[in-house]
């Protein structure tokens, strides 16, 4: 396996599977997710939503698809690690609530970034 093969998979991994497991916790037990972030308020139905965009975005990432498949699952996952991003700046919670979104998507990048090398 060569160096850009390995870089790509480590980085898909480290963002596909924390992503899946977090859907699944939106999907089986929510109350995880209020008791941990009491102030988002979102309706119960946006968290489904949004447990099975988890779901179906990691496990995009991680089987064989289409060039244009995997282009939809970095765009959406992007669109949801910003607005974690925004959501926890916006009810003012701490600095490293705030800042984990942005971390995993530089660690998306780096995923995409090698997916075009490979």
Partial sequence: M???????WASTCLVAIPLLCSGVIYLLNPS??????????????FKTELGVAK??????????????????AYSGITIVLISAFITHLSI????????????ILSILAVSYIYKQKI
């Fill in 32 to 45: 995880i997710i209020e008791s941990a972030h009491p102030n988002m308020g979102f309706p119960g139905y």
């Fill in 92 to 103: 003012g919670d701490t600095l490293k609530d705030i800042l984990i979104p942005l971390f």
């Fill in 55 to 72: 779901i179906l975005g990691s496990i995009a990432l991680l089987i064989p698809l289409p060039s244009r498949v995997k282009g939809f």
């Fill in 2 to 8: 060569t160096k850009n093969k390995i870089i790509y």
